[in-house]
Protein backbone atom coordinates (compact mmCIF):
# COMPACT_ATOMS: atom_id res chain seq x y z
CA UNK A 1 0.00 0.00 0.00
CA UNK A 2 2.45 2.49 0.62
CA UNK A 3 4.67 1.54 -2.54
CA UNK A 4 1.61 2.56 -4.47
CA UNK A 5 1.01 5.56 -2.73
CA UNK A 6 4.73 6.57 -3.17
CA UNK A 7 4.16 5.66 -6.90
CA UNK A 8 1.43 7.77 -7.24
CA UNK A 9 3.01 11.04 -5.15
CA UNK A 10 5.73 10.33 -7.90
CA UNK A 11 3.56 10.21 -10.53
CA UNK A 12 1.64 13.55 -9.95
CA UNK A 13 4.79 15.44 -9.15
CA UNK A 14 6.39 14.43 -12.62
CA UNK A 15 3.17 15.00 -14.26
CA UNK A 16 2.70 18.74 -12.08
CA UNK A 17 6.21 19.89 -13.51
CA UNK A 18 5.45 18.56 -17.25
CA UNK A 19 2.68 20.86 -16.72
CA UNK A 20 4.51 24.02 -15.91
CA UNK A 21 7.20 23.38 -18.45
CA UNK A 22 4.59 23.45 -21.27
CA UNK A 23 3.03 26.58 -19.88
CA UNK A 24 4.50 30.24 -20.74
CA UNK A 25 3.06 33.23 -19.30
CA UNK A 26 3.83 36.53 -20.94
CA UNK A 27 3.30 40.14 -19.44
CA UNK A 28 0.16 41.37 -21.51
CA UNK A 29 -0.13 44.48 -20.01
CA UNK A 30 0.74 46.69 -17.60
CA UNK A 31 -0.89 49.76 -15.36
CA UNK A 32 0.15 52.62 -13.62
CA UNK A 33 -1.73 55.32 -11.83
CA UNK A 34 -0.22 58.23 -9.88
CA UNK A 35 -0.88 58.85 -6.51
CA UNK A 36 -0.23 62.73 -5.43
CA UNK A 37 0.72 63.08 -2.21
CA UNK A 38 -0.94 65.85 -0.24
CA UNK A 39 -2.33 67.61 2.96
CA UNK A 40 -5.47 64.86 2.45
CA UNK A 41 -2.62 61.90 3.49
CA UNK A 42 -2.20 61.77 7.74
CA UNK A 43 -0.13 59.63 9.60
CA UNK A 44 -0.41 56.31 10.56
CA UNK A 45 0.42 55.85 14.03
CA UNK A 46 1.60 52.06 13.47
CA UNK A 47 3.92 52.96 10.53
CA UNK A 48 5.10 55.41 12.66
CA UNK A 49 5.64 53.80 15.76
CA UNK A 50 7.25 50.68 13.52
CA UNK A 51 9.80 53.65 11.90
CA UNK A 52 10.45 55.82 14.60
CA UNK A 53 13.87 53.55 16.04
CA UNK A 54 15.43 53.60 12.70
CA UNK A 55 14.69 56.98 11.93
CA UNK A 56 16.07 58.26 15.79
CA UNK A 57 19.04 56.04 14.71
CA UNK A 58 19.95 57.77 11.26
CA UNK A 59 18.94 61.31 12.56
CA UNK A 60 21.77 60.66 15.51
CA UNK A 61 23.88 59.87 13.09
CA UNK A 62 23.73 62.52 11.01
CA UNK A 63 23.45 65.35 13.21
CA UNK A 64 26.57 64.10 15.79
CA UNK A 65 29.26 67.08 15.54
CA UNK A 66 32.08 65.80 13.86
CA UNK A 67 34.15 69.43 13.51
CA UNK A 68 33.67 73.14 13.87
CA UNK A 69 33.91 75.54 11.29
CA UNK A 70 35.02 78.85 12.46
CA UNK A 71 32.97 81.01 10.07
CA UNK A 72 30.44 80.61 7.63
CA UNK A 73 31.64 78.97 4.52
CA UNK A 74 30.41 79.82 1.02
CA UNK A 75 30.80 79.33 -3.00
CA UNK A 76 29.97 82.90 -3.13
CA UNK A 77 32.75 85.26 -1.19
CA UNK A 78 34.99 85.34 -3.92
CA UNK A 79 35.72 85.67 -7.75
CA UNK A 80 38.21 83.30 -8.54
CA UNK A 81 38.30 81.26 -5.60
CA UNK A 82 36.16 80.66 -2.46
CA UNK A 83 35.97 79.48 0.83
CA UNK A 84 33.80 76.49 -0.22
CA UNK A 85 35.42 75.41 -3.31
CA UNK A 86 38.66 75.73 -1.58
CA UNK A 87 37.83 73.34 1.31
CA UNK A 88 36.24 70.91 -0.98
CA UNK A 89 38.81 70.83 -3.74
CA UNK A 90 41.13 70.36 -0.89
CA UNK A 91 39.52 67.59 0.53
CA UNK A 92 39.08 66.02 -2.08
CA UNK A 93 42.86 66.50 -3.16
CA UNK A 94 44.09 64.92 0.60
CA UNK A 95 41.71 62.20 0.90
CA UNK A 96 41.70 60.61 -2.78
CA UNK A 97 45.63 60.78 -3.20
CA UNK A 98 45.98 57.49 -0.78
CA UNK A 99 43.85 55.79 -2.31
CA UNK A 100 45.10 56.76 -5.93
CA UNK A 101 48.81 55.74 -5.45
CA UNK A 102 47.52 52.89 -3.32
CA UNK A 103 46.47 51.58 -7.00
CA UNK A 104 48.57 52.94 -9.38
CA UNK A 105 52.23 54.25 -7.56
CA UNK A 106 51.50 57.29 -8.71
CA UNK A 107 49.93 61.02 -6.95
CA UNK A 108 47.00 63.42 -8.17
CA UNK A 109 48.16 66.39 -9.57
CA UNK A 110 45.58 68.98 -8.70
CA UNK A 111 41.74 68.61 -8.50
CA UNK A 112 39.08 70.57 -10.26
CA UNK A 113 35.20 70.64 -9.79
CA UNK A 114 32.48 72.25 -10.54
CA UNK A 115 30.92 75.57 -8.67
CA UNK A 116 27.41 74.78 -9.19
CA UNK A 117 28.00 71.34 -7.72
CA UNK A 118 28.45 73.00 -4.28
CA UNK A 119 24.59 73.34 -3.13
CA UNK A 120 24.93 74.72 0.14
CA UNK A 121 26.85 77.31 2.71
CA UNK A 122 28.33 75.28 5.85
CA UNK A 123 27.75 77.73 8.75
CA UNK A 124 29.53 78.82 11.65
CA UNK A 125 29.22 76.10 14.69
CA UNK A 126 29.23 72.37 14.67
CA UNK A 127 29.62 70.40 11.26
CA UNK A 128 28.11 67.14 10.84
CA UNK A 129 27.41 64.74 8.12
CA UNK A 130 24.02 65.98 7.67
CA UNK A 131 26.61 68.72 6.66
CA UNK A 132 28.58 66.66 3.98
CA UNK A 133 24.48 65.24 2.20
CA UNK A 134 23.77 69.01 2.17
CA UNK A 135 26.78 70.67 0.28
CA UNK A 136 26.86 68.08 -1.71
CA UNK A 137 23.51 66.19 -1.78
CA UNK A 138 24.59 63.74 -5.60
CA UNK A 139 25.78 60.52 -5.82
CA UNK A 140 28.91 61.63 -7.82
CA UNK A 141 32.36 59.75 -7.47
CA UNK A 142 35.87 60.61 -7.49
CA UNK A 143 37.64 60.28 -11.04
CA UNK A 144 40.86 60.68 -11.40
CA UNK A 145 41.66 61.46 -15.12
CA UNK A 146 45.53 61.67 -16.91
CA UNK A 147 45.27 64.88 -19.30
CA UNK A 148 48.25 66.23 -21.52
CA UNK A 149 49.77 69.47 -21.41
CA UNK A 150 47.98 70.39 -24.67
CA UNK A 151 44.35 69.29 -22.64
CA UNK A 152 45.82 71.08 -19.38
CA UNK A 153 46.20 74.16 -21.16
CA UNK A 154 42.57 73.50 -22.41
CA UNK A 155 41.23 73.22 -19.38
CA UNK A 156 42.93 76.41 -17.96
CA UNK A 157 41.09 78.55 -20.70
CA UNK A 158 37.87 77.16 -19.52
CA UNK A 159 38.61 78.39 -16.10
CA UNK A 160 39.52 81.82 -17.33
CA UNK A 161 36.66 81.68 -19.77
CA UNK A 162 33.55 80.82 -18.07
CA UNK A 163 34.38 83.26 -15.12
CA UNK A 164 33.14 81.24 -12.47
CA UNK A 165 35.12 79.81 -9.41
CA UNK A 166 35.46 76.29 -10.10
CA UNK A 167 36.70 74.38 -6.88
CA UNK A 168 40.67 73.68 -7.48
CA UNK A 169 43.66 72.66 -5.42
CA UNK A 170 47.00 71.36 -6.18
CA UNK A 171 47.17 74.32 -9.33
CA UNK A 172 47.91 78.38 -9.32
CA UNK A 173 46.49 80.32 -12.09
CA UNK A 174 47.60 83.98 -12.11
CA UNK A 175 46.47 86.37 -14.97
CA UNK A 176 46.87 89.68 -16.35
CA UNK A 177 45.11 92.42 -15.77
CA UNK A 178 43.61 91.69 -19.25
CA UNK A 179 42.74 87.85 -18.28
CA UNK A 180 45.50 86.14 -20.13
CA UNK A 181 47.01 83.81 -19.11
CA UNK A 182 50.23 84.86 -16.39
CA UNK A 183 51.82 81.89 -14.75
CA UNK A 184 50.67 78.38 -14.01
CA UNK A 185 51.89 76.15 -11.56
CA UNK A 186 51.47 73.08 -10.78
CA UNK A 187 52.00 71.21 -7.18
CA UNK A 188 54.58 74.89 -6.63
CA UNK A 189 56.48 73.89 -10.28
CA UNK A 190 55.62 75.57 -13.78
CA UNK A 191 53.52 73.88 -16.36
CA UNK A 192 55.23 71.53 -18.74
CA UNK A 193 53.09 71.52 -21.54
CA UNK A 194 55.73 67.95 -22.51
CA UNK A 195 54.07 66.26 -19.34
CA UNK A 196 51.18 64.51 -18.01
CA UNK A 197 49.18 65.31 -15.33
CA UNK A 198 46.78 63.35 -13.17
CA UNK A 199 43.72 65.31 -12.08
CA UNK A 200 40.82 64.70 -9.46
CA UNK A 201 37.47 65.41 -10.79
CA UNK A 202 34.36 64.00 -10.64
CA UNK A 203 32.62 61.64 -12.53
CA UNK A 204 29.96 63.67 -13.32
CA UNK A 205 32.59 66.22 -14.97
CA UNK A 206 34.14 63.38 -17.17
CA UNK A 207 31.22 62.73 -18.49
CA UNK A 208 31.07 66.15 -20.39
CA UNK A 209 29.14 67.79 -17.52
CA UNK A 210 29.16 71.81 -17.01
CA UNK A 211 30.70 71.42 -20.69
CA UNK A 212 34.35 70.18 -19.51
CA UNK A 213 35.24 68.45 -23.02
CA UNK A 214 38.36 69.12 -22.27
CA UNK A 215 37.95 65.33 -20.39
CA UNK A 216 37.14 63.58 -22.69
CA UNK A 217 40.40 64.01 -24.45
CA UNK A 218 42.13 62.09 -21.11
CA UNK A 219 44.85 59.15 -21.98
CA UNK A 220 43.20 57.38 -18.91
CA UNK A 221 40.59 57.64 -16.44
CA UNK A 222 40.72 55.83 -12.65
CA UNK A 223 37.52 55.12 -11.05
CA UNK A 224 38.45 55.44 -7.26
CA UNK A 225 34.55 54.46 -6.22
CA UNK A 226 34.96 57.05 -3.57
CA UNK A 227 31.88 59.52 -3.47
CA UNK A 228 32.52 63.30 -2.67
CA UNK A 229 30.54 63.30 0.10
CA UNK A 230 32.46 60.60 1.63
CA UNK A 231 35.31 61.89 1.50
CA UNK A 232 33.63 65.49 3.09
CA UNK A 233 32.72 63.15 5.76
CA UNK A 234 35.89 61.04 6.29
CA UNK A 235 37.80 64.93 6.26
CA UNK A 236 35.36 66.09 8.55
CA UNK A 237 36.18 63.28 10.74
CA UNK A 238 39.98 63.52 11.19
CA UNK A 239 40.11 67.54 11.71
CA UNK A 240 38.57 69.33 14.93
CA UNK A 241 38.24 72.99 12.73
CA UNK A 242 37.16 74.21 9.67
CA UNK A 243 39.01 77.72 8.71
CA UNK A 244 38.97 77.80 4.77
CA UNK A 245 40.14 81.16 3.48
CA UNK A 246 39.91 82.99 -0.03
CA UNK A 247 43.72 82.66 -1.12
CA UNK A 248 46.03 83.19 -3.99
CA UNK A 249 45.50 79.75 -5.88
CA UNK A 250 43.50 81.88 -8.55
CA UNK A 251 43.64 85.67 -9.17
CA UNK A 252 44.03 88.25 -11.56
CA UNK A 253 46.82 90.85 -10.73
CA UNK A 254 46.05 94.80 -10.57
Known amino acids: MNLKITHFVIFTTFGFIASCSNSTQKLTKIEAKQIPINIDYTEIDSINAYIKPYRNRI ?16 KDDGIYNTSAGNLIADIIQKQAN ?17 HGGIRSIISKGPVTARTAYEVMPFENTIVVVELNGKSVLELIQYLIDTKRAHPISGIQVILNKNNTLKTLKIKGKPFDDSKTYFVATSNYLVSGGDNMGFFKDGLNVFELDYKIRNAMIDYFMKVDTLSPMIDKRFYKIK
Open 59 to 74: NNVLDSTLAYASHKIS
Open 98 to 114: PTFKSRTGKTIDFTLLN
